[in-house]
């Protein structure tokens, strides 16, 4: 158990719907990171956020967003659900630099299918 | 902008072989560098980092050692494994502005095998 809970593993479900993945960073990691993986664009960063506030931004849709909430989960939104976002879909967190560049830590990721 | 490139895969070999994948990067800043593994149907594992120059991470026999003036940061095992097989990547992270670390650019992925 790496200390990044992600839930559900497994989303299966329909062109056009919408769908709320969860992850829970490491107790005391105030970042968390998306991440997408597929196998035409590889590992891909999503979006970033530090302790309620978003950081960074990467390749993400318009369809999706997300957010942190002040218990430090976060939730990543995808609506008008296509064929192409059939991914593995990361979440990572991180401490503050006062702790020192110890690196990342994953969970184990949530598999969607868009059928 | 940032960028990370990891030998063409997959790479082959049998038991107790040497293994080397290549990993080069491009980044605007001083970037610290990670190699990351994944298993069948798991996440990512930190597998070993370095944070500056010359600096060598090291992991269940792997190494890999910062090399800026080559921007190189290629990872070797001196004799690999049937439980070895996995997916490796090389990533760099920027250490953004303010008090948290930025994102992780990864390269593409290597697939090993290791055949008994």
């Known amino acids: 158990d790496s200390g990044v809970t992600q839930t559900p593993k497994h989303l299966i479900t329909a062109t056009g719907q919408r769908v709320t993945l969860r992850c829970s960073p490491r107790?005391?990691?105030?970042?968390v990171y998306w991440y997408q993986q597929s196998l035409d664009q590889g590992l891909q960063f999503l979006i970033q956020y530090y302790n309620g506030e978003e950081r960074a931004k990467g390749n993400i849709l318009e369809r999706f967003s997300a957010q942190q909430f002040p218990d430090l989960h976060s939730e990543l939104n995808l609506s008008s659900l296509e064929l192409g976002d059939s991914a593995l879909y990361f979440c990572a967190s991180s401490g503050p630099k006062r702790q020192g560049p110890y690196g990342y830590t994953f969970g184990s990721g949530t598999r969607l299918t868009v059928v | 902008g940032d960028s990370v490139t990891q030998m063409e895969g997959p790479v082959t070999l049998s038991e107790e072989a040497f293994l080397t994948i290549n990993c080069t990067y491009t980044?605007?800043?001083?970037?610290?560098l990670f190699w990351y593994v994944q298993y069948p149907g798991e996440g990512l594992q930190l597998l070993l980092k370095?944070?500056?120059?010359?600096d060598k991470g090291s992991n269940k026999g792997f190494e890999a050692t910062y090399r800026k003036e080559t921007t190189s940061f290629h990872l070797e095992k001196g004799s690999v494994q049937v439980s070895d097989s996995a997916v490796y990547f090389c990533a760099l992270s920027l250490n953004a502005g303010g008090t948290s670390y930025g994102k992780l650019t990864f390269g593409q992925g290597t697939i090993l095998t290791v055949h008994p």
């Open positions: 370095a944070t500056k120059a010359d």
């Open positions: 107790s005391g990691d105030l970042s």
């Open positions: 980044a605007t800043g001083y970037p610290s």
